[in-house]
């Protein structure tokens, strides 16, 4: 069954460090997203790509936060530098098109120290 | 921007019982997901409700959906403790999804 690849699945930073974060998603799934979820609240989302182009980033923090679909398929979330407050799960979800179901990947658990 | 509330935001309940999950949300949307999420883990889809009237059922879960009350819920029918998970429901307003803030489920045996 195909699945949305995510990868590292845990990261230990110290503040201040550049860390980013990779995720493939189902082979045909147009959409992407990059979601953060803080322990104990909802999924929010950062960004979301439609192919390789930004469809919203309105609520990423782009003064540390960047993200990338060069190719359309596979994405790359990097945070420059890292804050405490960063300490999160970033979650990665795909869907063949923005009006259909979103298939998650693990995450990644983000500590930063 | 559209709000998604779910309550209650906490529940304990005993197995074989039943009760339900409300999500309420802010605008009008015809798609409603529900996922559920284990402790640590990525979220898994579990319901995907695309029109007024929908109605869902997997096992001991029966999901449904009201678009004109803006409402959706997700009803257990005779608990278990595998059910013990953090349930989300999720709206699709124009191309993005909003989650509700989650309803954290303890089965007690």
């Known amino acids: 069954e195909a699945e949305v690849a995510q990868s590292p699945r845990y990261k230990i930073t110290e503040k201040s460090q550049a860390v980013a974060f990779w995720c493939d998603p189902i082979?045909?799934?147009?959409?992407l997203y990059w979601y953060r979820q803080i322990l104990g609240q909802g999924p929010e989302l950062l960004v979301q790509f439609q192919d390789e182009s930004v469809v919203d980033d309105s609520q990423l923090p782009k003064d540390r936060f960047s993200a990338e679909r060069l190719k359309g398929v596979d994405s790359t979330l990097k945070i420059q530098p890292a804050e405490l407050g960063d300490s999160a799960m970033y979650l990665c979800?795909?869907?063949?098109?923005?009006?259909?179901?979103?298939?998650f990947g693990q995450g990644t658990r983000l500590t930063v120290v | 921007e559209l709000k998604v509330e779910q309550n209650p935001l906490f529940l304990s309940m005993q197995e074989g019982k039943n009760y339900t999950i409300y999500c309420n949300y802010s605008?009008?949307?015809?798609?409603l997901y529900w996922y559920r999420q284990d402790p640590g883990k990525s979220l898994e889809s579990l319901f995907v409700l695309l029109s007024n009237g929908a109605v869902k059922q997997e096992g001991r879960l029966m999901a449904s959906l009201d678009t004109k009350a803006r409402l959706s819920t997700l009803h257990i029918t005779a608990a278990v403790h595998d059910l013990s998970a953090t349930y989300f429901c999720a709206v699709d307003s124009g191309n993005q999804f909003y989650f509700g803030t989650g309803t954290s489920l303890t089965v007690i045996p």
């Open positions: 979800a795909s869907c063949r098109a923005w009006d259909t179901e979103a298939f």
């Open positions: 605008t009008t949307s015809d798609r």
């Open positions: 082979s045909g799934h147009a959409t």
